[in-house]
């Protein structure tokens, strides 16, 4: 059983910076990608960004040059770092982690105020 646990999340002033980070325990073999979305109030889960085994990067065109995504591999730890908040940025984020199989942390609230 993998479980992911999500920090970072607050209540932040627009223009502001967060660190999300990602940490995963437990049986974690063969993990292909790691990734960020977040899901906003009557809105479909959307991805943020995702960061393959071998280090390929896709980021998605509305946080594109605001928003990075690392992993610490030795750590099975993986991190958002989201500058430049705007309010349109206030969701749940959540981190997924796909080994085979898909698998989701509870996710952390991010709340950016005009």
């Known amino acids: 059983q993998v479980q992911l646990v999500e920090s970072g999340g607050g209540l932040v002033q627009a223009g502001g910076s967060l660190r999300l980070s990602c940490a995963a325990s437990?049986?974690?073999?063969?993990?292909?990608?790691m990734g960020w979305y977040r899901q906003a109030p009557g809105k479909q889960r959307e991805l943020v960004a995702s960061i393959t085994s071998g280090g390929m990067i896709n980021v998605a065109d509305s946080v594109k040059g605001r928003f990075s995504i690392s992993r610490d591999n030795a750590k099975n730890a993986m991190y958002l770092q989201m500058n430049s908040l705007k309010p349109e940025d206030t969701a749940v984020y959540y981190c997924v982690l796909r080994a085979g199989v898909s698998y989701w942390g509870q996710g952390t609230q991010v709340t950016v105020s005009s």
């Open positions: 437990g049986n974690i073999f063969g993990i292909t990608s």
